[in-house]
């Protein structure tokens, strides 16, 4: 291990090549890898005696014998090291931290344990690592870093997120793993910069996450930010500035092609076309390219600038950033500006303080992914002929051949919609060593974040051509109201943490116990309102139509004024409480067996009191087998440890609070004296009167493996983790409508995930050259074993018009997997139709399915199983390398044996080109008559059976992503020295550059549909692609 | 010491929390069923919640079903009174419903199917908790009585568009929704249940001037009831209701039992604004324009209604144009046909109507045009949407004294109906040159010498009459189903095919049908495909 350690490391001694007047001397500086210096360094000539120590600034002076000796240095925590000095030389000794000797330490909950102690399965994500994405979203950094760990980003707009998965979907909810930051146990992680993690690990199996009990259920991620130093100061900077673009576009017909789809759509008469239509159809023009017309090239700069530093009792880190992209669809942004500080102050020998706050000031423009109206969406939809504005009037235009928005208004109007999220965290902790070994922590947290969201809609004009040619205004498109709405969502939580470790070695026994309380309580309240149009016409901006975007911060500013002075009394107020008490025992004896026990009780106020508690408890084994004394020691196998482990946690995330109970909300107003609204109140869904924890046990086996003198480190790790009581919110339960609510939220089924996980990790340095590579790859079976009283569920059933639900959910299947008619090619002819007997009502040229249960109709119960957004594996794969002063990375993410439901075929590869623009595809692979294809059906407007939900809209969903490579040059520190910087590093860095995949649609990481359902896994709707990031960036530490 | 100061560390820590309280946490914004019901007020509240969904009509809706779904494309444009209206690819469903092409993806009656639903679900949760609350006896019949007429309007709506559809009578349970124990209810059965709603509503609520307007009355219920009875005469009549029945219901309700209602003097006064609730009117839907968007379900009290079926160039999308058929059913000294069906070239508020593209009938819906001042694209108006009038309950008397051969007094009623639109002045602002005015028509007053004395040219008059009369008032494609005009009409007219139609309608042979007397066959409409997919409820036939 010590090894491994050292080789990760940046190692150096600067000999710096200038005589010194004196004669048999040599002299230098003691330092610390991060510039300090060191004070009380022993310099000792080696085999003798004589030597000195490093003074206050870190230097000394030593005279030798002779032209040249060896010089041993030895500070205590740092490897020892020797020198070969040269009378007359000037030394540079930067001392390596010795981890081994300080224990080197997993941050694991609620405290730390050596790594050599540690039984559960945590992964480490070298935190260098997720500095190198241009992103502030510290998710998509450790995509494809951890065995595991699945990644998916849901969208590319600025301000969105990602869905993580750590070991498979474990739950029907959230399925989002818990966030611990310095011992806060948060699900948002947004206010850190990626800069300021000192470490981060993952805890996967239940043995590791069990003392996170009902928190732990879907993995937990540790997170410790970069504290003050004991002395001097440091500073860092960090920039970057780019650009991003879109990595794929999808061929869409062009104007004069879409004019000839649209006639054949309509019969192929140009005199059944209505005559305000034909125009267009008969006088295309070159139209316009909606793809072009909202994507752009977006800039992206980031810069964060961080100070640490200590006096005398007082350790201090003051730190800010500012983030800054445009996204990739126009007039989307995103911005960030973050700061923290944190400081630590030693009262006496025993008693600490610690305290500090994290500030963050998120703004994006909220992407509208409405499969009617989003940008993206309308741009791959609208007809190509069709331009932006009319020529002639300078108003917005629109044909009318097909019934969408204009692209581009709707992405104008983009501007006008923005969120912000003002988060302030403050923290304030004591720990007190009561007598040795134990000590009492008590650590209070406020977390309080404010979403505004500024929505205006302002007032414009789209106009059509008449028959005659004169320009009408549009009605459906055109609008004199502006409204302006207002939603606020506030979250207030508030953590305490008390507890007492106590830690003990006599002789080769070592215990390390740990008791504690925690509480949590979160309250979300919701607020909105809507700015009548006559206050806004206060404002001074009355005519938006001819609106300034210059002006638009200013606007903002005139309408906070109104809306603050606004009654904001909430709408509604979500609250819950939960409480908990643990413990855990590590025990080990010499370094060769080791025993963990956890047991966390929870008690959680979404559940009725009979429900209420839950106890979580688990088990787990070490053993070191290179500590035996049989243990033949080598050069090719150099350690062994084998873990195992069990564990239950348990689960509330998933469900709001009050779902027991049944609750009547009001806002249901009706206007009786036909004056204005009376309120009423109505029930939105059923009680769940008997719902209780979800639980899930995990088992994990694991190896790890030290090859090579450690220079090859090899985990495999074996887990079955069941999952029993699955949570679904009533939102996500699928019920009918005419029940008139939304079902009970249930605890509706059991499920299992079993994985396998393997990680490889080398690292060699010959001279110059240093280089590690490896990898990891997970493989996942997902079943379903239990769904309580149904047979069945259904899903994603987004698009009514593919009559089918998407996804089905069934015992002994995959979770959420899909299902549709089977494809049977197209009918090439009457007689085939007659002979196939299913589909009478079937022309040549439409799709011939498969009348699965044999009964002579083509019914919902023909739908069969197509594929499963789960993949087979996910996989990731790095290599960083450095020779002399340059460095490179490249990582590699994906996927594979995974499906994705494209839903957005339905449009883009329809039926007919008169509700939408058709792919170029779709158009050359039509049926136009017998034998002319197999593929795609005819292109018709006439009512057809072609667009129901059926392996047509499946596709292969595997991909590999270069997610990101980097080439970097560390300046001489002779010329940076100059400038009294300590190192500098410029790079250059791509994201997204290059990608594989078969898949048709914007982009191959499909996340999770509309709000998160976890039903719609895999599903897209269109959905916003991820950018390909180009960046320069400096590191510069002074 | 120092074991003492940790001693009490923990001993404060623990028993701050120790208190159970701590876990209890109950909603401040929200209020438990079973504390709702202790108060009339709450219940009251809860009540007020089943009549929110009468105005939807826009596109969102709380359920996921989401379309522009108004009654008026089943019973104003699935008829030979209008045409869909706009341009042919805008809202291309509604054509598909005409024709019998549309499938269960249809958006165009998600929300006619939801919305009534979610009006069920509510009423039957105030229906539960009224059995055990413990307020005055009086009330709670009375918020009873309302729940029930709502959930049996509801009920009517469906079961006029859909067909058999599920049917409840208590909220559904979360039971029920995992075993998937659904099924579709017969028509009778649904009617059952709308018949003895409707009858308890008549009996217990109060007439019209007690409440606020708005709220149900017994004159509602009534009028309602008199209307189920004569859809039952016509199409699924196993309940066997008599033309005896009906007339005696419209004859007590003429004489007053249920309220004091009259005709408007002017028949185009009735769709003006200032002739919301007046005393022709039963039963309207209230719409206030309170600023709030129709995208804000709940607090939106609009309509989108007007918008919908307004010009082009007044603010309006242009849906549901009447046609050329309906306008040349009147006579020409008729005003009513310029106050329904107002021509390309005539006036409204003074401005004129034009042709556009999205016009191609030459006629716009003159009774859901609305004043400059009130257009409004996002918000919907505060137009209400007039839902039963008297000159119905006068008309149905008549249809019901015709059959029970009481031939004089169904001459009677169309007469004074014929009477009164002889009174009737031009719509507002058919004078440019008075935009504000109600112009005097200067027609010569309709001839009832016209109207037969007997016999099926009668009857024939009277139905006549009653596409006159309420022409554009959703109502035609059910008078024409019940009395088995359907399939003639639109075939004849539209040149959809007969045996398309029938493959689309309940009939006495192509449904389980046993023990039930269908008098006409009954075309339904496609229940929404996610529905029937998932819920073990059968598709209407040929969707």
Known sequence: ?1038 | MKYRFLVICFLLTFSFYSCKDFLEVEPTTEVTELDFFETVEGAQQAVNAIYDPLNWGGVVSPLGLGGHSYEFIIGDICTDDSEKGSIDADQIGISNLKNFTADGGTSNVFLLWEKHYIMIFRANLVLRNLTTATFDEQRKLQLEAEARFLRAYAYFNLVKIFGGVPLFDEPVSGDQIVEKDFSNAPIYSIYQQIDSDLSFARDNLPQRGVNEIGRANSGAAAALLARSYLYQLGTDNTNGHTWQELLDLTNEFISGAYGSYALASNYAMLFDTEGENNEESIFEIQSVDTGVGNFQLGPFVGSVWTVFQSPQDQGGWGFNTPNQDLVDTYESNDPRRHNTAIAIGEHAYGLPLESGPRNQTGYYHRKAILHPDEWNTEKGSGYNVRKIRYADILLMNAEAAYHTGNTAQAVQRVSEIRDRASQSTFPRGFDPMDPNGFTPTGFAPLDNSVIPTGGQNLLDFILDERRREFGMEQLRFWDIVRTGRHLDLMSSKYSISASLIEMHSITTTNRQTEDQVIVNPIPVFPIPSLEVADWGINQNPGY
């Open chain 1, 1 to 1038: 291990m010590k090894n491994i350690i050292k080789t990760a490391f940046v190692f150096w001694v600067y000999l710096l090549a200038h005589q010194t007047d004196a004669q048999n001397t040599v002299s230098g500086v003691i330092k610390d890898t991060e510039g300090n210096p060191l004070v009380g360094a022993t310099i000792q000539i080696e085999g003798t005696t004589s030597g000195t120590t490093s003074d206050i600034e870190g230097e000394f002076l030593l005279p030798i014998n002779g032209k040249s000796t060896v010089l041993v240095i030895n500070y205590i925590g740092f490897i020892t090291q020797r020198i070969q000095a040269n009378a007359g030389l000037v030394l540079e000794v930067l001392m390596e931290e010795d981890i081994e000797a300080l224990e080197e330490v997993v941050v694991v909950g609620y405290g730390t344990v050596r790594k050599s102690d540690l039984t559960g399965s945590v992964g480490s994500i070298d935190t260098k690592e997720v500095k190198k994405l241009a992103t502030v979203d510290i998710n998509r950094a450790i995509q494809g870093k951890v065995a595991g760990v699945q990644v998916t980003t849901n969208s590319g707009a600025p301000g969105s997120g990602t869905a993580i998965r750590v070991r498979g979907i474990g739950s029907f909810g959230n399925s989002n793993p818990l966030y611990v930051v310095d011992g806060f146990l948060t699900g948002d992680i947004s206010n850190i910069s990626p800069n300021d993690i000192e470490t981060m690990e993952v805890l996967k199996d239940a043995s590791a996450t069990a003392i996170y009990g009902s928190r732990g259920a879907n993995g937990v991620i540790i997170i410790s930010t970069k504290k003050g130093l004991k002395k001097g100061i440091e500073v860092d900077l960090n920039t970057y500035t780019g650009f991003q673009s879109a990595w794929n576009t999808i061929e869409m017909l062009d104007a004069p092609t879409y004019a000839l789809a649209y006639l054949e759509s309509r019969g192929g008469r140009i005199s059944d076309i209505d005559p305000s239509l034909r125009y267009w159809v008969q006088n295309s023009g070159t139209g316009t390219d909606w793809q072009n017309e909202v994507l752009q090239d977006a800039p992206i700069s980031m810069v964060d600038v961080s100070i640490r530093g200590g006096y005398k009792k007082l350790r201090y880190k003051v730190g800010g950033s500012f983030f800054s992209q445009d996204g990739i669809v126009i007039n989307t942004y995103g911005k960030r500006y973050q700061g923290s500080v944190d400081l630590d102050y030693q009262v006496t020998d025993r008693v600490s303080i610690a305290a500090g706050v994290k500030y963050s000031v998120n703004q994006w423009t909220p992407y509208d992914n409405g499969l009617y109206s989003s940008v993206l969406g309308t741009a791959l939809r609208k007809d190509p002929i069709t331009t932006a504005t009319d020529p002639v009037s300078g108003d917005w235009f629109r044909t009318n051949l097909t019934d969408l928005p204009n692209p581009a208004r709707r992405a104008y109007e983009q501007q006008f919609r923005f969120q912000e999220s003002v988060r302030i965290q403050p923290s304030i902790s004591v720990s007190y060593e009561i007598i040795d070994g134990l000590t009492f922590n008590s650590n209070a947290n406020w977390d309080d974040r404010v979403i505004d969201g500024y929505f205006l809609n302002p007032s414009n004009v789209t106009v059509e051509r008449d028959e005659d040619g004169s320009i009408v205004r549009n009605p459906n498109e055109s609008t004199n109201n502006i409204f302006y709405n207002r939603t606020q969502n506030e979250l207030e939580v508030f953590q305490l943490t008390n507890t007492l470790n106590y830690t003990k070695k006599f002789g080769k026994h070592s215990i390390n116990a740990l008791v504690g309380l925690e509480s949590f309580e979160r309250t979300n309240i919701n607020r909105s309102f809507a700015i009548t149009p006559d206050t806004l016409y206060s404002v001074r901006y009355r005519d938006l139509d001819t609106f300034d975007p210059n002006l638009l911060d200013d606007f903002h500013e005139d309408v906070r004024e109104i809306a603050d002075r606004e009654d904001l009394n909430p709408d509604r107020e979500r609250a819950f409480n939960l409480l908990s008490y643990f413990a855990r025992a590590v025990y080990s004896y010499d370094d060769r067996y080791l025993l963990t026990a956890t047991v966390r009780r929870d008690g959680s106020s979404k559940f009725s009191p009979g429900e209420r508690w839950g106890t979580f408890p688990s088990f787990s084994a070490g053993w070191n087998v290179d500590q035996e004394g049989f243990f033949p020691k080598n050069k090719v196998l150099s350690g062994v440890k084998l873990r195992a482990g069990w564990g239950q946690v348990g689960n509330s995330e998933p469900i709001a609070p009050y779902q027991f109970l049944s609750i009547l909300a009001g806002g249901w107003a009706y206007p009786f004296d036909n004056e204005s609204g009376t309120d009423g109140f109505a029930a939105r869904f059923l009680p769940a009167t008997t719902i209780r924890w979800e639980t899930s046990e995990t088992s994990n086996f694991a190896a790890d493996l030290f090859l090579l003198d450690d220079r090859l480190t090899l985990t495999a790790e074996y887990y079955v983790k069941t999952t029993r009581d699955l949570l679904v919110n009533s939102n996500f339960v699928p019920s009918p409508v005419f029940a008139g609510a939304n079902a009970p939220t249930t605890n509706a089924a059991s499920m299992q995930n079993d994985g396998v996980e393997l990680t490889l990790d080398f690292s060699q340095q010959v001279k110059d050259l240093s280089f590690s590579v490896g990898g990891n790859i997970s493989f996942i079976d997902n079943e379903v074993t239990s769904l309580g009283a149904g047979e069945r569920l259904e899903g994603a059933g987004y698009e009514p018009k593919i009559i089918l639900p998407i996804t089905r959910t069934e015992v002994g299947g995959e979770f959420a997997s899909f299902y549709g008619l089977q494809t049977l090619g197209i009918f090439q002819t009457q007689e085939e139709i007659d002979a196939h007997g299913s589909q009478p009502r079937a022309s040549p040229g439409d799709v011939k399915y498969l009348d699965a249960d044999d009964d002579g109709a083509i019914t919902s119960e023909d739908a069969v199983f197509l594929g499963s957004p789960i993949p087979d594996f996910t996989y990731g794969f790095y290599l960083n390398a450095s020779y002399k002063s340059i460095d490179l990375s490249a990582a590699f993410t994906g996927t594979h044996g995974n499906e994705i439901a494209n839903i957005f075929t339905y449009y883009n590869a329809g039926a007919s080109a008169t509700i939408n623009n058709l792919t170029q595809e779709r158009w050359d692979n039509r049926w136009t008559g017998p034998g002319s294809t197999n593929t795609d059906p005819r292109v018709t407007d006439q009512p057809t059976t072609n667009d129901i939900f059926s392996d047509r809209y499946i596709e292969d969903g595997s991909f590999m992503r270069l997610r990101n490579v980097q080439i970097g040059y560390t300046l001489p520190s002779k010329l940076v020295s100059k400038l009294k910087i300590k190192s500098a590093r410029i790079y250059v860095s791509a994201d997204n550059l290059l990608t594989i995949t078969n898949y048709s649609g914007f982009d191959p990481e499909v996340g999770l549909a509309f709000n998160g359902d976890p039903f719609g896994n895999g599903v897209d709707l269109g959905n916003y692609p991820q950018a390909r990031t180009i960046i320069i960036g400096t590191n510069i530490k002074f």
